[in-house]
């Protein structure tokens, strides 16, 4: 039986998906690299220095470690300015009740996020404490869609992979969520995300009884 349900947060929990955008728009549009759409997409749920070396994938010149590093950093500096303001006005329409949803029902809850600003967002938006578990980018090895952010979210639960569900807008988060072992559940574009058992069109809809009343799709 389900026994958690573990979160992703930039464009699940908050709205924030639009801003790491903006700011990686940004960055390419300072070193003359070409973004659009679907490197934009490729980018989502991916850590900093993975986003980095898909918009590098196209850019004018290469660059050396040390360069990266200043990118990474001009990146991120734009991406903090404009979440110093957040506060729980930014949570997406439905995260907290979506999250409350699932502790009232008796499951445990985790968040689940490639970013290292995770601790500093949820401190912004007042939902730190709505959390069983919190792994962020600093705690792990490898991005998503490797297994193993989510795969840590239930060992700090102290659960099996196959009693939990994941919740996330990018494919590499769903594809991370999957190779877990565990449900996963996309919230966004059902194109991008299909080898979720369900796509919402935002996190307002999703409903803990739909999961709790039903087995895993079964696919192959
Ligand atoms: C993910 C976002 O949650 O975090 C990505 O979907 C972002 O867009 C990544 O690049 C890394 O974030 P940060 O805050 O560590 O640079
Ligand atoms: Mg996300």
């Given at each position: 039986?389900?026994?958690a349900?573990i979160?992703?947060?930039?464009?699940?929990?908050?709205?924030?998906?639009v801003?790491?955008?903006a700011?990686?728009?940004?960055?390419?549009?300072?070193i003359?690299?070409?973004?659009?759409?679907?490197?934009a997409e490729r980018?989502?749920?991916?850590?900093?220095?993975g986003s980095?070396?898909?918009?590098?994938?196209?850019?004018?010149h290469?660059?050396?470690?040390r360069?990266?590093?200043?990118?990474?950093?001009?990146?991120n500096?734009?991406?903090?300015?404009?979440?110093?303001?957040?506060?729980?006005?930014?949570?997406l329409?439905?995260?907290r009740?979506?999250?409350?949803s699932?502790?009232?029902?008796?499951?445990?809850?985790a968040?689940?996020?490639?970013?290292?600003?995770?601790p500093?967002?949820?401190e912004?938006?007042?939902?730190a404490?709505l959390f069983?578990?919190?792994?962020?980018a600093?705690?792990?090895?490898?991005s998503?869609p490797?297994?193993?952010?989510?795969?840590?979210?239930?060992?700090g639960l102290g659960?099996?992979?196959?009693?939990?569900l994941?919740?996330?807008d990018?494919?590499?988060g769903?594809?991370?969520i999957?190779?877990?072992?565990?449900?996963?559940?996309?919230?966004?574009?059902?194109t991008?995300?299909?080898?979720?058992?369900d796509?919402?069109?935002?996190?307002?809809?999703?409903d803990i009884?739909r999961y709790?009343?039903?087995?895993?799709t079964?696919?192959?």
């Open positions: 039986p389900l026994q349900v979160f992703d947060l930039d464009g699940v929990i908050a709205d924030t998906a801003v790491h955008r700011a990686w728009e940004q960055l390419a549009h300072d003359g690299a070409p973004f659009d759409e679907d490197i980018m989502k749920g991916v850590d900093r220095r980095l070396e898909i918009l590098l994938e196209r850019a004018p290469a660059y050396s470690e360069e990266k590093r200043v990118l990474e950093d001009r990146k500096g734009y991406y903090v300015a404009q979440i110093e303001c957040f506060g729980p006005g930014q949570l329409r439905g995260a009740r979506a999250v409350e699932v502790r009232t029902a008796g499951l445990s809850t968040l689940a996020s490639a970013s290292r600003n995770a500093l967002l949820l912004r938006l007042g939902i404490g069983d578990y919190v792994v962020d600093s705690q792990i090895a490898h998503k490797h297994p193993e952010i989510f795969l840590a979210a239930a060992k659960i099996t992979p196959e009693t939990c994941g919740v996330e990018a494919a590499a769903v594809d991370s999957l190779a877990a072992g565990m449900r996963a559940v996309g919230v966004g574009d059902a991008v995300l299909s080898r979720a058992e796509v919402l069109p935002g996190i307002d809809a999703f009884q709790l009343n039903r087995q895993p079964d696919r192959d």
